[in-house]
């Protein structure tokens, strides 16, 4: 049984194409998140959003734009895409104020 | 500005010995810290926490280490084992139970059996 799973695991796409990243969680938790680890292995968190709320929103272009279409969806899709959002993009879930679980990631290349 | 920071990227340890991983931070408003695992292909998974009330929380092989007027904290992994080979990562938060993690960049550790 799969907590936190995320599709695709790989997106390798064109400049410019605009692609969407889906995370699910099973653990019945009420805040997701969305972190990106760029190419110096640095995590940095993105949104979260707690009760398809957004609470946190770390000065990202809004090319991004997260989805949450229920409690247990929260989506990422991104506009226009450049050379340097490739990286490993993260799904987290957790109940509010608790220690957040991890989706496996997706791999983006952007060429 | 990173406020976590762990200046090691890379430490090997024999099998049976004990693994001293580092971690220091610059935000004095960090009152929660936490350690998580990633081996590759994979996500980070939750390893061990600590509040700021505390010095020293203990979880079977892991016992992580706090101190507070230095801003540092340290995981200890004693015996270490093959399969604790993995990419350990440090994270803060403020305001205990806060959303916003701020996690260090890593230090990949390699056990030699």
């Known amino acids: 049984d799969t907590a936190v799973s995320q599709t695709p695991k790989y997106l390798v796409t064109q400049m410019g194409n605009d692609k969407s990243i889906k995370c699910e969680q099973n653990?019945?938790?009420?805040?997701m998140y969305w972190y990106k680890q760029d190419s110096k292995k640095f995590l940095k968190i993105m949104f979260s959003?707690?009760?398809?709320?957004?609470?946190i929103n770390e000065t990202v272009p809004n090319r991004f734009s997260p989805k949450s279409p229920d409690k247990a969806h929260l989506n990422l899709h991104i506009n226009s895409l450049e050379l340097g959002d490739s990286a490993v993009y993260f799904c987290?879930?957790?109940?509010?104020?608790?220690?957040?679980?991890f989706g496996p990631g997706t791999r983006l290349t952007v060429l | 500005d990173q406020q976590v920071k762990q200046n090691s990227p890379s430490l090997s340890v024999q099998e049976g010995r004990i693994s001293i991983l580092n971690c220091d931070y610059t935000?004095?408003?960090?009152?929660?810290f936490l350690w998580y695992k990633k081996y590759p292909a994979e996500g980070p998974t939750f390893l061990i926490s600590?509040?700021?009330?505390?010095d020293k929380n203990e979880d079977g092989r892991f016992t992580v280490f706090l101190n507070k007027s230095a801003k540092h904290l340290s995981l200890h992994i004693v015996p270490s084992q093959p399969g604790d080979s993995a990419v350990y990562f440090c994270?803060?938060?403020?305001?205990?139970?806060?959303?916003?993690?701020?996690f260090g960049t890593g230090t990949r550790l390699t056990i030699i059996p």
């Open positions: 653990l019945g938790h009420d805040t």
């Open positions: 994270a803060a938060s403020a305001d205990f139970g806060n959303e916003k993690l701020t």
């Open positions: 935000n004095s408003m960090f009152d929660y």
């Open positions: 987290a879930s957790s109940q509010r104020g608790r220690t957040q679980y």
């Open positions: 600590i509040s700021s009330i505390k």
């Open positions: 959003y707690n009760n398809k709320e957004l609470i």
